[in-house]
């Protein structure tokens, strides 16, 4: 269930490549212009329009777009402009060779390899090789240490079955697993680590259902009580990306406007990643959190042309 | 450099469909017709032959190769007519459901691993799923047991950088990991698993030169010291299809033919594998190794229209 808006009748390509030339023509640039275009278009009508862009002006949209904007504002189209694929690896890459490398960065491989299906996620493992030169893969095991190198190496390299279909013994033998390993604090085990890396998101949800009708505590309450260390944060992700992604992408969008400051790179992420998947749970799930309106809170919290794109995507009218 | 010949003037898929129709048709199938035209034809020519034989014929040329063709003939023909991503999925499926489970079986999966294209693996990685109804990892932890089932989930799960990126750094400190996991009998230690599942091959040949260079013996040499186990042997395959596939595929085929009796299994996949990729390589290599010819190897051993068969993908005129 995607917010964005796509128009009844889509202008074609050309036209929507006239009307982004027009808006970075002459002295100012036509933002609202470059919003109502891109802000209205689904992935695959976005790549038709870069493809046509490139075509008739021979220049790239992307390059266009990046000398023309700036700002939160310029970050947001740029990674909406990009093909799904593409925009994860940079995603992903950005989060391996930043300086911190905690859990607000390195959350972006688990809902790559947790909340996209097993396609997406080829698709963006192929994209980082072409965009930089080595596998996603090696990227990790050189920028992050063990044990969370060893859990994010197996995530990403997942290529799960993608139907739905449930073994409940399968599911009782797991949870047993889980459970025996995270009351031995040992969340690198191989078992722990095979089993949410391998099993389908179907499987595993039944699995987490076992582990708390048997134990009366949900599986990420008790990897929280492990401890407060990024291995533990990384596995609650694991759990809340495969059991209820809207759950934890309205929790991204919460955590980065609580309190002083915004955090606008997590907030473009949620929006801009799952516009056309599931913002439309994403946004009940965080009233059911907060007891107030996500739409309220990106109104509160941006200003200006970021808030408009931001909205857009959110599906107000512009 | 393929051997498969086919013609300058490649008639139409609904053509070649006729032609494969009367020859099903009437008492009798005619053998030779069918190992003309689909003996010739590379993997998207027999892929739009079959979908214009389902379009004009409302049937599936499988089932109708499956029904007219029997024995080592048919076995190959059918896997020749399976597009490469389905027909590894069942390749991969069959090794890991059978009953013995030695190298003979298992080195199926480390050739669909280390030597094929990192798109071909994630397509049958695909595949197995829509075939299967689970992941390809899955089926492999549920039957092979550790410490094997570790190194294979490990490399079917990689997507390598597919171009030429070597750093000289690493392949002598890579060597040296190599060395002393391998001096340690350690053939399950993470970082040795971990080097060869996400490497990329020219990398790797580096870093086995290097290999050599320092300890004078190659590290299928160590490998092969450390025991005559299917872990040494599968890690073996792994260098020899990382290294030097033709020479792997040279010596899955003389294994194939040495001896009192066939494996037609293991000479079928691996003429039917390599036929479009590397089989002129595989030739002369068989040739350096046996000092006789692949050729005459396969027409003493193999009879009929499974001979025929097998000569045309070897380009033999028919």
Same mark, same amino acid.
Not at 162 to 168: N, P
Not at 209 to 220: A, F, G, L, P, T
Not at 239 to 263: K, Q
Not at 277 to 303: C, H, P, Q
């Given at each position: 269930?995607?917010? +964005?808006?796509?128009?009844?009748?889509?202008?074609?390509?050309?036209?929507?490549?006239?009307?982004?030339?027009?808006?970075? =023509?002459?002295?100012?640039?036509?933002?609202?212009?470059?919003?109502?275009?891109?802000?209205?278009?689904?992935?695959?009508?976005?790549?038709?329009?870069?493809?046509?862009?490139?075509?008739?002006?021979?220049? %790239?949209?992307?390059?266009?777009?990046?000398? !023309?904007?700036?700002?939160?504002?310029?970050?947001?189209?740029?990674?909406?402009?990009?093909?799904?694929? =593409?925009?994860?690896?940079?995603?992903?890459?950005?989060?391996?060779?930043?300086?911190?490398?905690?859990? $607000?960065?390195?959350?972006?491989?688990? !809902?790559?390899?947790?909340?996209?299906?097993?396609?997406?996620?080829?698709?963006?493992?192929?994209?980082?090789? *072409?965009?930089?030169?080595?596998?996603?893969?090696?990227?990790? #095991? %050189?920028?992050?240490?063990?044990? *969370?190198?060893?859990?994010?190496?197996?995530?990403?390299?997942?290529?799960?079955?993608?139907?739905?279909?449930?073994?409940?013994?399968?599911?009782? $033998?797991?949870?047993?697993?889980?459970?025996?390993? #995270?009351?031995?604090?040992?969340?690198?085990?191989?078992?722990?680590?095979? #089993?949410?890396?391998?099993?389908?998101?179907?499987?595993?949800?039944?699995?987490?259902?076992?582990?708390?009708?048997?134990?009366?505590?949900? #599986?990420? /309450?008790? +990897?929280?009580?492990?401890?407060?260390?990024?291995?533990? %944060?990384?596995?609650?992700?694991? *759990?809340?990306?495969?059991?209820?992604?809207?759950?934890?992408?309205?929790?991204?969008?919460?955590?980065? +406007? *609580?309190?002083?400051?915004?955090? =606008?790179?997590?907030?473009?992420?949620? +929006?801009?990643?799952?516009? /056309?998947?599931?913002?439309?749970?994403?946004?009940? =799930?965080?009233?059911?959190?907060?007891?107030?309106?996500?739409?309220?809170?990106?109104?509160?919290?941006? %200003?200006?042309?970021?808030?408009?794109?931001?909205?857009?995507?959110?599906?107000?009218?512009?």
């Amino acid at each position: 269930m995607a917010t +964005i808006r796509v128009p009844e009748v889509v202008p074609s390509p050309a036209e929507d490549c006239e009307k982004l030339m027009k808006a970075f =023509e002459g002295l100012g640039t036509d933002e609202k212009a470059i919003i109502r275009v891109l802000g209205q278009r689904n992935a695959s009508q976005r790549k038709k329009i870069k493809e046509t862009f490139q075509q008739i002006y021979d220049k %790239s949209l992307i390059d266009c777009l990046d000398s !023309e904007l700036s700002g939160d504002f310029g970050r947001a189209v740029i990674l909406w402009a990009y093909d799904p694929p =593409e925009r994860d690896a940079r995603l992903v890459n950005k989060a391996l060779k930043s300086r911190k490398k905690n859990i $607000t960065e390195l959350q972006v491989l688990v !809902e790559i390899a947790c909340a996209s299906s097993p396609q997406h996620l080829a698709a963006v493992r192929q994209a980082y090789c *072409v965009l930089f030169e080595c596998s996603l893969e090696e990227d990790i #095991i %050189s920028n992050v240490s063990l044990p *969370v190198q060893k859990v994010l190496v197996s995530l990403v390299s997942s290529y799960r079955y993608d139907k739905e279909a449930v073994d409940s013994i399968i599911a009782n $033998t797991e949870a047993v697993i889980l459970h025996d390993a #995270i009351r031995a604090k040992n969340l690198e085990d191989d078992d722990l680590v095979w #089993i949410l890396s391998t099993r389908n998101i179907f499987q595993l949800r039944a699995t987490f259902q076992c582990y708390k009708d048997n134990y009366r505590k949900s #599986i990420d /309450e008790d +990897i929280r009580a492990c401890g407060k260390g990024i291995l533990e %944060s990384i596995l609650k992700v694991v *759990v809340w990306c495969t059991d209820f992604p809207e759950r934890h992408f309205a929790e991204v969008v919460r955590a980065s +406007i *609580v309190g002083l400051g915004t955090d =606008e790179d997590s907030l473009t992420r949620a +929006i801009v990643t799952r516009a /056309e998947i599931d913002m439309m749970k994403v946004r009940g =799930e965080y009233f059911n959190a907060n007891k107030s309106s996500l739409d309220n809170a990106v109104i509160g919290d941006t %200003s200006g042309d970021y808030k408009d794109f931001l909205m857009t995507l959110l599906g107000a009218k512009i």
